[in-house]
C-alpha cells in the first residue's frame, strides 16, 4: 500500500474538494433545514481555494499541506465552519509534525488534535448535534487501527454513522440550538460535511494504490 505521505495528503484535499463539490447543494439543503443554508456553499469555495493554492505551489511537506489547506479555509470559508474546519487542519499539522508519512499511531493523532481543535474552538460535545459528533467517533475508532491505512478507513466509517445518528438529536449549540425540539429529525451538515472529507482520505489511499 501506498505511503500517507505529501502526495497522499494533496491527493486527499484535492478528492475532499470534488467530493464537497458534488455534494454542495446536500450540504445546502440540510443547512436551509436547521441553519443559515450556506454550509454547502462555503465549503466549496473553500475547499476550492485549497486546489488553487495547490496549482500554484504544491505542498512541500505533509504538515505543510495541512496548513495551507487551513490558511485557505480559514480565510475563505464564511460561517463557522471555516474557523472549526481551519482549526481542525492547523491542530492536525501541528500534531504530524516533522514526520514523512503516517502510521496508524500518527493518523490517531491527528485526528485526535483535528477533534480538540474543534471542540475548543466551537464549545460543542457529543451529542450536542455539530460535526464533533462525526468527528469523535471517528477518532475513537481510528485509535485501534493496526496501520495508517487501516485507522483511516476506520475512521471515515465511524464518522459516517456518527453524522447518520445526528438525525434524531436535538441541537444544543450553534444556530439550529435556536429550533429546540424542531431541529431532530434532520442530519447535522457540519457532520456530514465531515464525513465526506475523511471518506476522501480513504479514497486518497485506494487512488495510490490504482
Given amino acids: 500500500m501506498a505511503a500517507l505521505d505529501t502526495a497522499w495528503a494533496e491527493r486527499w484535499l484535492r478528492e475532499?474538494?470534488?467530493?464537497?463539490?458534488?455534494?454542495?447543494?446536500?450540504?445546502?439543503?440540510?443547512?436551509?433545514?436547521?441553519?443559515?443554508?450556506?454550509h454547502g456553499e462555503n465549503m466549496d469555495r473553500g475547499f476550492a481555494a485549497i486546489v488553487a493554492k495547490f496549482d500554484e505551489e504544491p505542498p512541500a511537506s505533509l504538515a505543510g499541506?495541512?496548513?495551507m489547506a487551513a490558511m485557505m479555509l480559514m480565510s475563505k470559508v464564511g460561517g463557522a465552519a471555516g474557523p472549526l474546519y481551519g482549526t481542525a487542519f492547523l491542530r492536525a499539522s501541528t500534531a504530524i509534525g516533522d514526520a514523512e508519512a503516517l502510521d496508524g499511531?500518527?493518523?490517531?493523532?491527528?485526528?485526535?488534535?483535528?477533534?480538540?481543535?474543534?471542540?475548543?474552538?466551537?464549545?460543542?460535545?457529543?451529542?450536542?448535534?455539530?460535526?464533533?459528533?462525526?468527528?469523535?467517533?471517528?477518532?475513537?475508532?481510528?485509535?485501534?487501527?493496526?496501520?495508517?491505512?487501516?485507522?483511516?478507513?476506520?475512521?471515515?466509517?465511524?464518522?459516517?454513522?456518527?453524522?447518520?445518528?445526528?438525525k434524531p438529536l436535538v441541537a444544543r449549540k450553534g444556530r439550529?440550538?435556536?429550533?429546540?425540539?424542531?431541529?431532530?429529525?434532520?442530519?447535522?451538515?457540519?457532520?456530514?460535511?465531515t464525513a465526506l472529507i475523511l471518506r476522501a482520505a480513504v479514497t486518497a489511499t485506494a487512488e495510490a494504490d490504482a
Avoid: F, N
Fill in 16 to 38: 475532499s474538494a470534488r467530493v464537497i463539490a458534488e455534494h454542495r447543494q446536500e450540504l445546502i439543503d440540510l443547512d436551509r433545514a436547521i441553519g443559515d443554508g450556506d
Fill in 65 to 67: 499541506a495541512l496548513k
Fill in 105 to 166: 499511531p500518527a493518523v490517531a493523532r491527528m485526528l485526535a488534535a483535528g477533534r480538540d481543535g474543534i471542540v475548543a474552538r466551537g464549545k460543542a460535545g457529543p451529542g450536542d448535534k455539530t460535526m464533533v459528533d462525526a468527528w469523535t467517533p471517528a477518532v475513537d475508532a481510528a485509535a485501534g487501527g493496526a496501520d495508517g491505512h487501516a485507522a483511516l478507513s476506520a475512521a471515515a466509517d465511524a464518522a459516517e454513522a456518527g453524522a447518520q445518528a445526528t
Fill in 176 to 193: 439550529a440550538s435556536y429550533l429546540g425540539q424542531r431541529s431532530a429529525g434532520h442530519l447535522d451538515p457540519g457532520a456530514v460535511s
